[in-house]
């Protein structure tokens, strides 16, 4: 895990924000539903009975990125934070590759306790 910041680090704060609000499908549309659809991301949350927040900007903890070694992306964990807990032990996982454009695609692979 580094502190370094990552040049698709804008989009996954904005899923991580979208998911914090509920906003299941907005997440799923993001990610073109590979993998996770809106109701698993939601049942994966209840789950674990606990309300998502987004950190605060100072206490967010910085990604663990792990590239993939073809070159074609990323593997990312991001840490969750909930109401009752703060930083909590429920972890996005996510599969993060370039566009054409310069941009990135983000791909909600899972929602788990790590």
Not at 69 to 80: Q, R
């Amino acid at each position: 895990m580094g502190t370094e910041s990552w040049p698709f680090e804008t989009a996954i704060r904005g899923v991580v924000e979208l998911l914090a609000r509920g906003e299941y499908p907005a997440v799923e549309r993001l990610s073109a539903g590979i993998r996770l659809t809106a109701q698993e991301m939601a049942a994966a949350i209840n789950e674990y009975g606990r309300h998502l927040i987004v950190p605060p900007s100072a206490a967010a903890a910085p990604l663990d990125v792990i590239p993939h070694a073809d070159g074609g992306g990323w593997s990312v964990y991001v840490p969750l934070w909930t109401l009752e807990e703060g930083h909590s032990d429920l972890t996005l996982q996510l599969t993060v590759r370039p566009e054409p454009d310069g941009g990135h695609r983000v791909e909600v692979d899972d929602l788990h306790v790590l």
